[in-house]
C-alpha cells in the first residue's frame, strides 16, 4: 500500500568549513562567517534526497524544506526546489538569532507543528559548523515523535511502517518505526542529485520578501507568479514563545573559545626492523588510527 | 566545487555575443510562452539567464559525477547480453544524472517538454559532457537526432517521441551498413510496406551504429526497390518497444569505449516512415549529419580543453633539471599553442552553432507562418554560412583535438605512456573524431565548393574590414596577407583547370581557410576581451602564417606532372 507523505526536511545554511582557508577564522576564534562560502550543509542533503526518493516512490507526496536563519537563508529553500521540493519555509525573526541547540529544536519543532500532519521529519544526521548532531533529536523529543539516527537508507514505508537501515558502528543494522517519525541521515547515504534545468528556470527567482531589494528588477513577476514567493515565518507567525527562542531560549553559555594550533613536530625514527615495524601497529591500533 | 562552465571564462565569453539577442527573440517568438509555461523567459535577460542556469548544472553534474566516472567507465565498457547491449554500470549512472538534472530534449520546444534552448546552448553543453568524458558524449548527444524528427515526421511522431526524449529515452541513428561507410548511397537495409502490418518492415544488417541499442531510432534504408543510389532511399523512426532489431556484437574499440558501437539485425522490424520516401539521404540524412558534424566540432573542442588541462597541470608540477617543465620553451611552445588552437577552434564552433542557430529557428517560424522577406534573406544568408562553416568546424577541431591529445602525451613524456595517466585515454578517444561524422577528407569535399566559390574569400575579406584594437593592427596586417596568398592559391588551382590536381590539393586549401578563418575569428575574441585571448590571438595567427605560407608554396610550385609520384600505387592497384 502506497500512501501520500506530507515529508519536512530540516536544512540548514552553514559555512563551507570543508574548504577552509587562511582566513577561515578570527583572531578572536570565532569561524568567519564571511570569508566561507554559504552551503547547503552536506548531510541535510543527504536526507533531501531520501525525501526526495519517497516522493518518487509514493505518489501525492509533498516535500518541503524548513530552515531557520537570516533572509539569505532563503537559498536553501531554493537548492531544494531546484532538487524537486515542493515548497519550503524561512523561519527568520531577530528573536530567533543566537540560539543553541535546544532553542533551535524548540523554533523548528514549534514549525513542524504550525505546518501540520507531518508524516516524516527528516534531517542531516549533524550540521558541518557545530557538528553536534544534538538537532534533529530533540525535535523528536519536542514532538513526542520516534527517531531513527544515523539512516543510511529508508528501505520501504508499509502499513505506516517505516523499515530503514541504520550506519552503525562496525556495519549496519535495518529498524522499523511507525509514522509519523523523525530521522536523521548519514552522510554516508546516496548522494543528492543535482539540481533540474526546468526547475531552476521556474524558481530562480523564488525568494522570501525579506530577501529582496526595494527596486526588484523582477518585482513584477512575484505577482503574477506565485510559487515565486516563499514562506516567510517569524515568533509570531508559529505561535512560539520568545522566551524559547534564539538567545534568551538558549541555556549553552560559550565561557572561553580557545584558538587550537596544532605545532607538534614530534617525530620517531624506525628501522626496517619487525620489531621496530610490530611496535608502530600496535601504536597505531591503540591509538585508533587503524583497524 | 569543481565546474566546468564556472571555471571556464572563455566558454562563458561566447554566450554573450551579439548575435545572441536575435537567437533568443527567434527562438522565444517574442517571449510568447511566458504565460504556459512557468519555465519559460520573460525578456532577453531572463533567457539568458536560464541559459547560464542551465550552463551552471551542467557544469556541475560533468566535473562531479561524468568525469569522476570516466575512468571507470571507459575500463568497462558496455557488454552483450542475449542480444540486448547493456551499458557500463557507470554509464547508467551518467544517463540518471542527466535525466535527474533534466538534460534531455533541450533543443525541443517546451510543447513536447523540452527547454527549448538554442544550439549554441547545446554545443556548450555537449563541449563540456566531452571534457568530462568523450565517449558519454556520444550517447548524451545524440538527443539531437530528434531535431530531424521534429523538423521532418509528422505531429502525431513528434506527440509520440518527442516526449519520451525529453524524459531520457536515448536515440541513434542507424546509417552505416558493412558496404556504406562514407558511401551512403550503396545503402541495402530493406524497407518494405506491409499492408497486414499497416507500417514498414525492415530487414538487413547496419554496423558501427553509435548507441545502437537505443529506445528510438533513425533508420536510414532501402524503401524503392530495384533503386541503387541515394534516391532510393527513406527515412524511418524504429521503436525498440516494437522489437525486430538485436543487438549481434558489439565493436571492441581503440577509444570512446563507454560508447557502445554496435551491429545490429533487422528481422521484420516495424517502422513509421518519418517525413516522405526517397528524401532519406538526400534530405533528412544531410540535416542529421550537419548537427552531428556540430557536434562532433563541440567533443573535439570538450577533450582538446581537456588535454590542455592535463598537459597544464603536468608541465606546472613536475620538474626536471631542477626546473619546472613548463619553464622549458620547447614545452610552453606546445603548450601555448595547444591553448590557441581550443580557443580559435571553440570561436569557430560557437560561430557555426549561432549561423545554426539563425536559420534553423527561422525555418521552424516557417512552419508556422510565412517568412517575411527580410527573413527569408536572413534564412537564405545564414543557412549558406552554416552550410560553409560547419566542415571547418568539424574538420579543423577534430585534427585539432588530435594533436592536443598527443602533444599532451609528449608533455608527460614517459609517464604519458602509461595507462594511469588521463592523457593516454584522450588520445584514445580523439583518434574517431576526425573519423565519423565524415572524415576531414569528407569535410575537405563538403568545404572545398565553398573554397573555389569565394565564399570564404568573402566572408575573410569582410571580417578583415572589421575594427580590432591598436595593439592586434599587425597581427591583422599580418593576416591580410595570408588573405592575398590564400586568393593566388586559390586561383592558381581553378588555373590548372584539372579536377585530379584540385582534388589533390583540396585539404591544403581547406587548412588555409581553417587558419585564416579562425585567425580572423580571434581577433575580433581578443579585441572584445583582451585578457582572455590576447596570447593565444598572437601565437594562433603566427602558427597560421607558418602554415598558410608553407601551403601556398606548395600549391604554387605543384604541377599536374606531380601527380605521377603520388599515384604510382594507385594506378598499379587500378590495373
Known amino acids: 500500500m502506497t500512501k501520500a507523505l506530507k515529508i519536512v526536511v530540516l536544512a540548514k545554511q552553514v559555512p563551507d568549513t570543508r574548504n577552509v582557508g587562511k582566513d577561515a577564522m578570527t583572531p578572536e576564534g570565532t569561524v568567519n562567517r564571511a570569508a566561507l562560502p554559504a552551503i547547503f550543509n552536506p548531510e541535510d542533503l543527504n536526507a533531501l534526497e531520501q525525501a526526495l526518493r519517497l516522493k518518487e516512490q509514493h505518489p501525492g507526496s509533498t516535500v518541503g524544506v524548513l530552515t531557520m536563519g537570516p533572509p539569505r537563508a532563503g537559498e536553501i529553500i531554493r537548492q531544494g526546489l531546484f532538487r524537486g521540493a515542493d515548497t519550503g519555509w524561512l523561519l527568520t525573526d531577530r528573536l530567533f538569532a543566537g540560539a543553541d541547540t535546544l532553542a533551535t529544536s524548540y523554533a523548528l519543532a514549534t514549525a513542524i507543528k504550525k505546518i501540520g500532519d507531518v508524516d516524516i521529519v527528516i534531517g542531516g544526521r549533524q550540521a558541518i559548523d557545530g557538528d553536534t548532531a544534538q538537532v534533529g533529536p530533540q525535535v523528536a523529543q519536542k514532538l513526542g515523535l520516534n527517531q531513527v539516527t544515523y539512516a543510511e537508507e529508508i528501505l520501504k514505508i508499509e502499513n505506516n511502517i517505516a523499515t530503514i537501515r541504520r550506519h552503525i558502528d562496525g556495519g549496519v543494522e535495518t529498524v522499523e518505526v511507525p509514522l509519523p517519525c523523525v530521522i536523521t541521515v548519514n552522510g554516508s547515504a546516496a548522494p543528492c542529485r543535482p539540481c533540474n534545468a526546468k526547475l531552476v528556470m521556474k524558481y530562480k527567482y523564488a525568494s522570501c520578501p525579506l530577501e529582496r531589494q526595494p527596486e526588484d528588477p523582477r518585482a513584477d513577476l512575484y505577482a503574477s507568479r506565485d510559487y515565486l514567493n516563499l514562506n516567510q515565518w517569524s515568533v509570531a507567525d508559529v505561535d512560539g514563545d520568545p522566551n524559547q527562542c534564539g538567545l534568551s531560549g538558549s541555556p549553552t553559555k560559550v565561557k572561553t573559545v580557545q584558538n587550537i594550533v596544532f605545532q607538534a613536530k614530534e617525530s620517531k625514527t624506525l628501522t626496517a626492523s619487525d620489531a621496530d615495524v610490530e611496535g608502530l601497529i600496535k601504536e597505531l591500533l591503540e591509538e585508533k588510527i587503524i583497524g | ?575
Open chain 2, 1 to 575: 566545487m569543481a565546474n566546468y562552465y564556472n571555471d571556464n571564462p572563455n566558454l562563458q565569453f561566447y554566450l554573450d555575443h551579439p548575435l545572441m539577442k536575435r537567437i533568443v527573440e527567434l527562438k522565444e517568438r517574442n517571449f510568447a510562452d511566458k504565460d504556459t509555461y512557468e519555465d519559460a523567459p520573460v525578456d532577453y535577460e531572463d533567457a539568458m539567464e536560464n541559459y547560464r542556469r542551465v550552463l551552471d548544472i551542467t557544469g556541475d553534474i560533468t566535473a562531479n559525477i561524468i568525469e569522476p566516472n570516466s575512468e571507470s567507465v571507459d575500463l568497462e565498457g558496455p557488454h552483450l547480453e542475449n542480444g540486448r547491449m547493456i551499458y557500463a554500470s557507470k554509464t547508467v549512472e551518467n544517463l540518471d544524472a542527466c535525466t535527474k538534472g533534466g538534460l534531455w530534449g533541450v533543443s525541443m520546444p517546451r510543447r513536447y517538454g523540452g527547454l527549448n534552448l538554442p544550439i549554441t546552448v547545446f554545443s556548450m553543453l555537449s563541449e563540456m559532457v566531452a571534457s568530462a568524458d568523450a565517449g558519454f558524449q556520444n550517447i548524451w548527444s545524440l538527443q539531437s537526432c530528434i531535431d530531424t524528427l521534429y523538423e521532418f515526421g509528422n505531429e502525431e511522431q513528434r506527440m509520440k517521441y518527442i516526449p519520451r526524449v525529453c524524459a531520457g529515452e536515448t536515440m541513434s541513428m542507424d546509417l552505416t551498413e558493412p558496404d556504406a561507410g562514407s558511401d551512403l548511397q550503396s545503402v541495402m537495409l530493406k524497407a518494405t510496406y506491409s499492408e497486414k502490418d499497416g507500417c514498414y518492415l525492415l530487414n538487413g544488417v547496419k554496423r558501427f551504429i553509435t548507441n545502437g541499442d537505443s529506445n528510438i531510432h533513425l533508420v536510414l534504408a532501402r524503401s524503392e526497390e530495384g533503386t541503387k543510389d541515394g534516391r532510393g532511399l527513406s527515412m524511418f523512426i524504429y521503436d525498440k518497444r516494437q522489437g525486430g532489431v538485436n543487438v549481434r556484437h558489439i565493436e571492441h574499440k581503440l577509444g570512446i569505449h563507454g560508447s557502445p558501437t554496435c551491429e545490429l539485425t533487422y528481422k521484420n522490424a516495424k517502422a513509421e516512415l518519418c517525413g516522405e520516401t526517397r528524401l532519406g539521404l538526400i534530405k533528412y540524412v544531410m540535416a542529421l549529419m550537419n548537427s552531428a558534424r556540430l557536434g562532433i566540432a563541440a567533443q573535439s573542442v570538450g577533450l582538446g580543453q581537456e588535454a590542455y588541462n592535463e598537459a597544464l597541470k603536468y608541465a606546472s608540477e613536475r620538474q626536471q633539471f631542477h626546473k619546472r617543465i613548463i619553464e622549458f620553451p620547447a614545452v610552453y611552445d606546445m603548450l601555448s599553442r595547444m591553448k590557441a588552437k581550443i580557443d580559435a577552434g571553440r570561436s569557430l564552433l560557437y560561430m557555426t552553432a549561432r549561423y545554426v542557430d539563425i536559420y534553423k529557428c527561422l525555418e521552424d517560424i516557417q512552419r508556422e507562418r510565412p517568412l517575411t522577406p527580410e527573413e527569408r534573406a536572413e534564412c537564405k544568408k545564414y543557412s549558406r554560412l552554416a552550410d560553409a562553416f560547419t566542415p571547418l568546424a568539424k574538420g579543423m577541431n577534430s585534427e585539432y583535438a588530435n594533436q592536443n591529445a598527443y602533444d599532451a602525451i609528449s608533455i608527460h613524456g614517459g609517464s604519458g605512456f602509461i595507462m594511469e595517466y588521463k592523457c593516454q585515454r584522450l588520445y584514445r578517444d580523439a583518434r574517431i573524431f576526425s573519423i565519423y561524422e565524415g572524415t576531414t577528407q569528407l569535410q575537405v569535399v563538403a568545404a572545398i565548393r565553398y573554397i573555389t566559390n569565394g565564399t570564404y574569400l568573402t566572408i575573410m575579406k569582410e571580417m578583415l574590414e572589421n575594427e580590432v584594437s591598436e595593439d592586434l593592427k599587425p597581427l591583422q596586417n599580418t593576416v591580410r596577407t595570408l588573405v592575398e596568398l590564400y586568393e593566388q592559391s586559390i586561383n592558381y588551382v581553378k588555373g590548372a583547370n584539372n579536377q585530379e590536381v584540385q582534388d589533390f590539393l583540396a585539404r591544403r586549401l581547406y587548412d588555409m581557410t581553417g587558419d585564416i578563418m579562425m585567425s580572423l575569428l580571434i581577433l575580433d575574441d581578443a579585441t572584445h576581451a583582451p585578457h582572455l585571448f590576447t596570447q593565444s590571438a598572437n601565437v594562433y595567427v603566427h602558427a597560421a602564417e607558418e602554415d598558410v605560407i608553407g601551403k601556398s608554396i606548395y600549391v604554387k610550385n605543384f604541377i599536374e606532372e606531380d601527380l605521377v609520384n603520388f599515384r604510382a600505387k594507385a594506378k598499379e592497384v587500378a590495373e
